[in-house]
């Protein structure tokens, strides 16, 4: 399944919406930026298809290490 560009577009904002649900300790522009940045390091790669999963992983962690333990 290849990704176009409004498709990234919308996984990058439901990516987003979703981390900021998970993390609520972390101020929505720190998400936002964490995911954006997390997105970028994969631009230019030929198979955009595992873009999304793998851009939230890499968010998840950088996320967790900012989040207060509870």
């Given at each position: 399944m290849?990704?176009?560009a409004d498709?990234?577009?919308?996984a990058v904002q439901e990516l987003?919406?979703?981390l900021v649900g998970q993390f609520p300790s972390v101020p929505p522009e720190s998400v936002r930026d964490i995911v954006?940045?997390?997105w970028r390091?994969?631009?230019g790669r030929p198979i955009r298809a595992f873009?999304?999963?793998l851009a939230?992983?890499?968010a998840r962690q950088q996320l967790?290490?900012?989040a207060p333990a509870d």
């Open positions: 290849e990704l176009t498709d990234e577009s919308r987003i919406d979703r954006n940045a997390c390091e994969f631009t873009v999304p999963v939230e992983r890499s967790r290490s900012k």
